[in-house]
C-alpha cells in the first residue's frame, strides 16, 4: 500500500516536472515567434515607408512636370493627369496598409501581454495544487499510521 503511493507521488511529481518543462519549452518557443514576428513587422514597416517616401516624392516630381507641361499643348497631358491620379490613389493605399500595420502591431502586443498573465497565472495555480497534493499526502499518512496503530493493538 506505502509502495503505491510512494509511486503515485513520484509519478505525479514527473508529471509535474514535464508539465513545468513543456510549459517553459512553449514559452520559449512563443518567445522565439515573437521575435521573428518583431523582426517582420520592422522589415515590413521599413518597406512600408520607403514605398510612401517613393511615392511622396514621385508625387512632388510629377507636380513639377506637370507645371512645365501645362505651359505646353501637349497630347500626353491626359496619360499625365491619369499617372498623376493612380500615385495619388496608391500614396493613399499605403497610408491605410500603414496604419493596419500599426493596429496589427497593437493587438500583437495585446495578445502577447495576455498570453503572459495566463502563463503566470498556471505556473501559480500548478504550485498551489503541488502544495494541496503534499498536504493532502501527510494527512493520508497520518490515517493510514492511526489504523496500523488501532489493528496492531488490537489481537
Known sequence: ?????AASIRSSGRKSDEEDEDS???ITK????????EKRKME??????TQLLKAEEEAKRLTQVWEEIEGFTDPTRKELTIVRRKL????????SLAQICQKKE?????ATETFQERSKEKAHLTSALMELL?????????KLEE???ILISKP
Open 88 to 95: 495619388e490613389l496608391a500614396s493613399k493605399d499605403l497610408k
Open 24 to 26: 517553459k519549452t512553449a
Open 147 to 149: 489504523l496500523s496503530k
Open 44 to 49: 515590413m514597416r521599413k518597406r512600408v515607408e
Open 1 to 5: 500500500m506505502k509502495s503505491t503511493l
Open 134 to 142: 503534499n498536504q493532502s499526502e501527510v494527512l493520508r499518512m497520518r
Open 106 to 110: 497593437k493587438e500583437y502586443k495585446e
Open 30 to 37: 512563443y518567445q522565439m515567434k515573437e521575435e521573428e514576428i
